[in-house]
């Protein structure tokens, strides 16, 4: 419903474009087969002082006999987002909170149109499709964070990303060629660390993590030394070298 609230005032020119991306993009593209998330990643294509003037001003109006309100203040993290929630009520009653995850972007970024949640059931128009971060850029995001050196030698968390790039190879079509190019675009924007990356040790604190996110997510392995040679072996394709026979990657060799 938030989606649809931002959808209704980007087409009224409320706000600038906008984009769903990071664990939400990943539902709706593999529904079940993704992990669970309650962050609400938006990309906002606006300054960041106008970032919170624009949200608003879009939730003012609601939809249908939901009501939207910006509960609390805003926090900015390290990176520029800002954190927040939204409460949403439904006819007068509340409904549900949505935390979000509020970031600036620029008017290039490039986006899928993807299938909404079905709310049919519920009583509800369908919902007109959601902006969603481009895949390329999306697997970009994901292999820098993941890699990225965690600060202050803390065990850097991103370990449900690599299932996240995993999944998305077996079951979505997409250009990997893309994924080369974004990579190079975003490592050298954010020049934390170079790229390219021809093979990532994972560290000892995601072993238990791995195993329990594959569990939960059916992935048809739960070893984590065979999630990491099945990373490890994407990575070096996007580096030009050949395929390793016997994994399922059904697109990997699209280049």
Not at 70 to 91: D, F, P, Q
Not at 178 to 190: L, N, P, Q, S, T
Request: aromatic residues 8%; glycine residues 6%.
């Amino acid at each position: 419903m938030l989606c649809e609230t931002l959808s209704e005032a980007a087409a009224r020119g409320i706000i600038p474009v906008f984009f769903v991306k990071g664990g939400v993009a990943i539902e709706l593209r593999l529904g079940l087969l993704a992990r669970a998330t309650r962050d609400l990643d938006i990309g906002l294509c606006a300054p960041p002082m106008e970032l919170l003037p624009h949200f608003d001003a879009a939730i003012e109006f609601g939809l249908g006999d939901f009501r939207l309100r910006r509960r609390g203040e805003a926090r900015a993290s390290a990176n520029g987002t800002l954190v927040l929630e939204v409460s949403l009520e439904y006819i007068g009653r509340p409904w549900g909170t949505v935390p979000v995850d509020l970031a600036p972007a620029t008017p290039d970024s490039e986006t899928d149109a993807v299938s909404p949640i079905e709310l049919t059931e519920l009583g509800l128009a369908l919902p007109r499709s959601v902006p969603c971060l481009a895949i390329p850029a999306q697997i970009a995001q994901k292999i820098h964070a993941l890699t990225e050196p965690a600060p202050h030698g803390r065990p850097n968390p991103r370990a449900r990303d690599v299932l996240d790039i995993l999944l998305m190879l077996q079951r979505v079509e997409f250009d990997h060629t893309a994924v080369r190019a974004a990579c190079k675009r975003i490592f050298d924007e954010r020049a934390t660390h170079p790229w390219p990356i021809h093979s990532f040790d994972f560290p000892p604190a995601w072993r238990g993590i791995l195993t329990e996110l594959a569990r939960e997510v059916r992935y048809d392995t739960d070893d984590v030394s065979v999630i990491e040679t099945r990373f490890n072996s994407y990575l070096a394709q996007l580096q030009g070298a050949p395929v390793v026979p016997n994994y399922d990657y059904p697109h990997a060799t699209r280049y």
